[in-house]
């Protein structure tokens, strides 16, 4: 066989390889690209970002998750970063920002550490052991909390919405979503839990924040079936039913001989009778609301209407299943089934007019399970911002609820396991030493951008902060935003659930030592057309 002088590939024509350390740092360069768009958003000096979608809807956020859903992010190692994000929002709610640039701060980190010819596998496990120590010292720091602390969950719920356009309502904000959070927890075995499911938050432009309400019981989007109905009743007795009531239409294919007019009118009739019996029933039951799933027909609607019953149709299973939370009226799937103790009550059943549309409040109800939110205020991107923000109050809360852990915001909590690391780092051997005291500074970037963020002098606030914390009872020692001062954050009310620098730390390291053992990157014909290679190709040329 002749020598092979050219290089050969295994690879199709038109196919693409990225290997070694160009593959690494081309996706350490993509992380990190990521991670500095979203970092100018942390904090509560954190700034906003204007996203523009392909028909000109402006929405202006500086929630993490947000953002980064809504770009379009075609690198595959960017992808990652934004994944760490995702899984952020899905398990506490909040702290995307912070995973985030932590990844991104890890990454860059692990190039210097590669610029110093230490390989990535070392990096890697240092990284790891560096990660799984961090999480020890956070469990030492978390101080406990439990539903009945208050001013710590009103604290939690404040420090969840801040930088958040919330600012001047946050107060009242706050205790909207915690007395939210409290209606909707229940205790099993000693133990408390809550479901986001439970909490419904509309938002409706116009009026003011402080107009803004928590109603024990529900917000329905939906106005009477029949404007015959009343539009308020007191005392309701609530059926809620997930069949429609209509008599099944007959399919196309059916034929039904009509010979004479009468055999029409004997036909209607039996279709009437049908209905009235069903709607017989949902009277007879005692019910004065019916909430229906599915459609009602004219002529059912006609025998409610003229039996006072407020009804709704077509509300959504969702609403169904909060309505029966609230009220306690158990959902019936047969109309003919409906038996009065299937019935659910509420102090009141009202149809108001919020902004320009009808909705139907369901109020008083005792010990309700399920609670809304109505958000009010300016202009829709106003009151959109404010729910993010309320989601956020509500996320975190849970968190604690269901954890009972809390911690020191505002970079402490980063800062002490910053040092409580590189402390440990003496004691780790060879290179990996360097990568855990890499990991270690990387944390200081919690602290040290939230002082840039808010125009402070991040040497000063950082030796500052450093300083402070050698010193004992150190922990809750944190960034003041207006004066750059050191200051005890939990007294300063920035407390946040543990579990958020828990998820943050465990995320963004495990993506950065996925991303870190990457040493080739292929892509197939297919692919390297795709935008992901685009991407990919262009983030490689970016690096020349
Ligand atoms: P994330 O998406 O990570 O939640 P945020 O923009 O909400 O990002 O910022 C959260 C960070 O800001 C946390 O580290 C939190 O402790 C800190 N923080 C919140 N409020 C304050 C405050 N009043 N003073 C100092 N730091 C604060
Ligand atoms: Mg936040």
Do not use: W
């Not at 390989?119 to 961090?134: F, P, R, V």
């Not at 969840?160 to 979503?177: D, F, N, Q, R």
């Not at 828990?502 to 935008?531: C, P």
């Amino acid at each position: 066989m002749a020598n092979i002088k050219q290089p050969m590939s295994v690879q199709e024509d038109g196919s693409q390889r990225i290997t070694g350390k160009d593959a690494q740092r081309m996706n350490i360069l993509a992380g990190k690209i990521v991670a500095d768009i979203i970092k100018t958003t942390l904090g509560p000096r954190g700034m906003d970002k204007m996203l523009v979608d392909y028909t000109g809807d402006v929405m202006i956020t500086n929630d993490g998750a947000t953002i980064l859903n809504k770009i379009d992010i075609s690198h595959p190692a960017a992808k990652m970063i934004v994944e760490v994000a995702r899984t952020q929002d899905q398990e506490v709610g909040d702290g995307t920002t912070t995973a985030v640039v932590l990844a991104g701060e890890l990454l860059r980190k692990a190039e210097s550490l590669l610029d110093k010819n230490i390989h990535a596998t070392n990096i890697a496990s240092g990284y790891k052991t560096a990660s799984e120590k961090a999480e020890e010292f956070l469990k030492e720091l978390g101080e406990t909390a439990t539903i009945s602390d208050e001013d710590i969950l009103l604290n939690i719920a404040k420090t969840g919405m801040t930088g958040k356009s919330a600012e001047k309502s946050v107060e009242k904000l706050a205790k909207i979503a915690v007395e939210a959070v409290r209606i909707v927890t229940t205790k099993d075995n000693g133990s408390y839990s809550a479901n986001k499911e439970n909490i419904k938050i509309d938002a409706k432009p116009g009026g003011s924040l402080e107009d803004s309400t928590i109603i024990h019981g529900l917000i329905v989007d939906e106005k009477i079936a029949d404007d015959g109905m009343p539009k308020k009743i007191k005392n309701a007795k609530i059926a809620l039913l997930t069949s429609a009531i209509e008599i099944k239409k007959t399919g196309v294919d059916a034929k039904i001989r009509i010979t004479s007019p009468e055999n029409v009118q004997a036909f209607l009739n039996q279709e009437e009778f049908m209905l009235k019996r069903i709607v017989d029933r949902i009277i007879n039951s005692g019910a004065n609301v019916l909430i229906c799933e599915k459609g009602i027909d004219e002529a059912a609607l006609h025998y409610l209407s003229k039996a006072g019953v407020y009804t709704l149709k077509n509300v959504t299973q969702k609403d169904i299943k909060k309505l029966s939370k609230a009220t306690g009226a158990r959902i019936v799937n047969v109309a003919l089934d409906l038996e009065p103790n299937d019935l659910g009550k509420a102090e009141l059943v009202e149809q108001r007019k919020v902004a320009e549309d009808e909705m139907t409040f369901i109020e008083g109800c005792t010990d309700p399970k399920a609670v809304s939110i109505l958000i009010r205020g300016g202009t829709t991107q106003f009151v959109e911002s404010i729910e993010r923000a309320l989601d956020d109050a509500v996320s975190v809360l849970i968190t604690v609820v269901k954890d009972g852990t809390i911690c020191a915001g505002g970079g402490a909590t980063e800062m002490e396991v910053a040092k409580k690391l590189s402390d440990f780092s003496n004691s780790v051997k060879g290179r990996e030493q360097l990568a855990v005291k890499a990991f270690a500074e990387a944390l200081e970037a919690v602290p040290k951008t939230i002082a840039e963020n808010s125009g402070l002098d991040t040497i000063d606030v950082l030796v500052n902060l450093r300083a402070a914390h050698n010193k004992e009872k150190s922990k809750a020692l944190g960034v003041e935003t207006s004066t750059g001062q050191i200051k005890d954050m939990i007294k300063a009310g920035v407390v946040e659930p543990l579990r958020i620098k828990q998820q943050a730390i465990k995320s963004a390291s495990e993506a950065t030592i996925m991303i870190l053992r990457i040493d080739d990157v292929l892509a197939g014909k297919e692919l390297a057309k795709s935008e992901a290679n685009k991407g990919m190709s262009k983030a490689a040329q970016d690096m020349v």
